[in-house]
C-alpha cells in the first residue's frame, strides 16, 4: 500500500471530488463541496462595488457606497476630477508669513481657492 507521499499529485480540485480525512479515530471520506461549505463563498459583484461592513455586530459583507467625488476606476479608489469645489479661504494673513506660504502651495495644488488678504 503506498503512503500519502506516494500517491499522485491533483494541480485542482473540482466540488465531486473527494477527500480522505480522519474523524474520531476512523477513516472516513469527504467530498471537497461539503469540506469548504464553511469556508467563505465565491463572491460575484457587479462593477465598481466596493464590500465591507457597515452594520454593527456580526454578520456578512454589505455593499458600501464610495461616496460623491470618488469613483472605482481600474480596481483603484479614485478622486473624480472636477468632484468637488475647492473650498475659499478667507480672512487676513496679518504678515505671517509661513500662513501665506500654506496657503499659496494649497491654492498651486487646486485645494483651496487663497482668497485671503494681507
Do not use: F, W
Amino acid at each position: 500500500m503506498p503512503t500519502l507521499e506516494q500517491l499522485p499529485q491533483v494541480v485542482a480540485a473540482n466540488a465531486p471530488d473527494l477527500v480522505l480525512l480522519e474523524q474520531k479515530g476512523e477513516t472516513c471520506v469527504v467530498s471537497v463541496a461539503t469540506l469548504l461549505a464553511p469556508a467563505q463563498p465565491r463572491l460575484t459583484l457587479a462593477s465598481g462595488v466596493l464590500l465591507g461592513r457597515v452594520s454593527t455586530g456580526p454578520g456578512g459583507v454589505e455593499p458600501i457606497g464610495v461616496g460623491s467625488g470618488l469613483a472605482i476606476r481600474d480596481g483603484q479608489l479614485v478622486l473624480q476630477a472636477n468632484a468637488s469645489v475647492a473650498p475659499t479661504v478667507t480672512g487676513a494673513r496679518a504678515g505671517n508669513v509661513a500662513l501665506t506660504s500654506l496657503l499659496s502651495a494649497l491654492a498651486r495644488l487646486g485645494l483651496i481657492v487663497d482668497g485671503s488678504t494681507t
